[in-house]
């Protein structure tokens, strides 16, 4: 357990973890498998298809709902990402690059700013000056970092 209670979840890896040279993306396909499998725990699953999911299955043009349903049918990350870049939409390598950027900068100066704070001080880190990001949220509350 670390500083914030949380047990890591097995078989979730950090947000920055790239598929295909785009980060986030096996994040989610790892909590779509989880949850299929009974294994994801109940505070991930409300936020299912929520905040950087929707995000990027917005960015690939893909609804969540249907890469729900192909990620059940099963297949590597890199099948599931080339599904996706067929379904919806072609990102190519300087657009994933931008992608990149901008995802993994959330909560750094940004709209997203006061929603870090506040999840930093709700963790009893407010001293933790290495959490600017919500990708370092993550795996620090996942005792990554």
């Not at 989880?34 to 929520?50: C, F, I, S, T, V």
């Not at 080339?82 to 990102?91: I, M, T």
């Not at 990149?100 to 909560?107: D, E, Q």
Request: proline share 3%.
């Amino acid at each position: 357990m670390n500083k914030a209670g949380k047990t890591p979840v097995p078989g979730l890896r950090s947000p920055r973890e790239e598929v295909d040279g785009l980060v986030y993306f096996g994040r989610m396909v790892d909590k779509l498998r989880l949850a299929q499998a009974g294994k994801l725990p109940a505070d991930y699953q409300e936020n299912l298809g929520k905040g950087f999911d929707a995000a990027c299955c917005d960015f690939l043009g893909v609804p969540y709902e249907t890469l729900r349903d192909r990620v059940k049918q099963g297949g590597r990350d890199h099948d599931l990402f080339e599904w996706c870049q067929a379904q919806g939409r072609k990102r190519d390598a300087k657009e994933r690059a931008i992608w990149n950027a901008y995802l993994s900068k959330r909560g750094w100066r940004d709209d997203l700013s006061d929603r870090l704070i506040f999840r930093k001080k709700e963790a009893g880190w407010e001293d933790r000056d290495e959490i600017q990001t919500f990708f370092d949220y993550i795996d620090a509350d996942e005792g990554r970092r």
